[in-house]
């Protein structure tokens, strides 16, 4: 059974996985987000990865672009970070790179008593109609983060050249994380930022747009904060935790109150379920339209560290399409979707490979120790309703380890798998588990495996009584050995209570460490 569970997840991960960049080749609205480290990074029309991360998106009616905004290539060297500009007649590309807009040189030292290089971040552009002017505001800092800055520039084209006009602590506040919004009903221009890594606090600009005007409300700290408001006129604030570049569950608000002078922020959760809200950080929210006309909204993300093998310099971009539902919104782990149908339902995965095709090894079928089959004969099939519950990245993690785990290709399939069918809920469990290992067990190849399936089957324990006698027989006893269950559970289960800092971390991973070699060695 292990074997075989094994086999599905990798086979599933195969067919689902084989992504391209930005842009399908046959169609203009065809979005793939980063979300796997196996998926293409995004080019630009010149071959070239683009490199505009936390970015600003703006659409300019005069040459009915869009313009992309974002940060410079992650190096560790800020002498040549800035802020790049790619243009686009739609958000699925092909993206032209227009050049890095704002650079290091624009900034005269010394700035603020600080004689650069500057971390340039998150930068966000909005066009005033009154001046006619495009303004950039980003979180200007200095390598130790103690700066605490927004630097202002302006252009009279959002393709620049954009010109320095000061770098400020906005009402007199420190400032970090940050972000502008333009409300669609009344046109007035928001900053929303983490005040000190204190608190988040929201300030209306000024008429020009290049001050604020004093600070209207605020709230708990989070940062990546984007704000966005409903045709029906709710403002809603997606954003994250403070955990520097590794992801967390996301936070969504809705705004109870009429205005953002008095927001009345109510949590409305995690929209994407998701522990690591698929290893993505928020950093703006625009609205397109569907084939029908009709507007929605779209999820503008970083991959930060889990977007190639090489950690931040391989940040990737996740864009997915926020969908409202009557008493909640989500955001769904989508590989692949279509701007003009954005909530359209996923075409049927393709036909699956029959054992021992496909790539996927069969084991031996033969007798156990116990003179049970080793060896049942079914099809993946069966299993991938079940697997639709897991994340792209807890089973393109699964399908990494599994490259590279020899012992873990014994196939072994058996025909009772309504279990998995029946049981979404704890499937769904299991997910979170996975997201958990994928995280913390990246180099523990044998006990990732392990703990990953095992997690899975242990959600599934209330249905193991009523599975038909064909499963325990296509399953190495040991497996499902009632001691080394509840003890590795047990294990776990306290190893996620507690922080890494804890004093038990090590106690408890070397137990389930132990746990998964007892349970390797038993079972094969």
Known sequence: MMGWVWRGIACVV??????????????????HPGLLTTTPHWNDTAGNRIEAHGAGMLYD????KWYWYGESKKTSDLSDHGVNCYSSASLAGPWTFEGQVVHQSMIPVPTGGSNGPFVIERPKVIYNKATQMFVCWLHLDTAGYKFRHVGVFTATNPVGPFTFIHAIQPDGIPSLDMSLFIDPVDQNAYFIRSCNNAYTGISRLSSDYLNSTGLISNHSVFEGMALFRHPNKTYYAVTSHLTGWNPNPLMLFRAEGATL??????????????????????TYVVTETDKNGKPYFVYLSDNWIHGGPSGLIDA???????????????????????????FAPPPPPPPSPAPGEGGFPVGACGKSEGGASD???????????????????????VRAVASHCTHLSISLACPSLSAFTEASENIA???????????KFDSWCSSTATFMILSAMISLRAHWASVSPGLGACTPRSLFSSSIRVRYFAAFSRYWSRRPSSSSYSDNLNKISAASKYISRAAW
């Open 261 to 282: 002078d008095d927001p009345q922020w109510v949590s409305m959760g995690n929209p994407t379920g998701s522990p690591t809200s698929f290893n993505t950080q928020p």
């Open 61 to 64: 009616e005069v040459t009915s």
């Open 316 to 342: 990737s971009y996740v864009w997915l399409p926020l969908q409202f539902e009557e008493d909640a919104v989500v955001l769904n782990a989508l590989t692949s979707w279509d701007l003009s149908d954005p």
């Open 375 to 397: 060896c049942c004969s079914t099809t993946v099939e069966g299993l991938r309703p079940g697997l639709k519950f897991l994340s792209p990245m807890a089973l393109e993690r």
């Open 429 to 439: 469990m299991a997910r979170r588990y996975s997201f958990s290992a994928s995280r």
């Open 14 to 31: 195969a067919l689902t996985t084989a992504v391209a960049a930005v842009a399908d080749s046959n169609s203009s609205t065809i979005i």
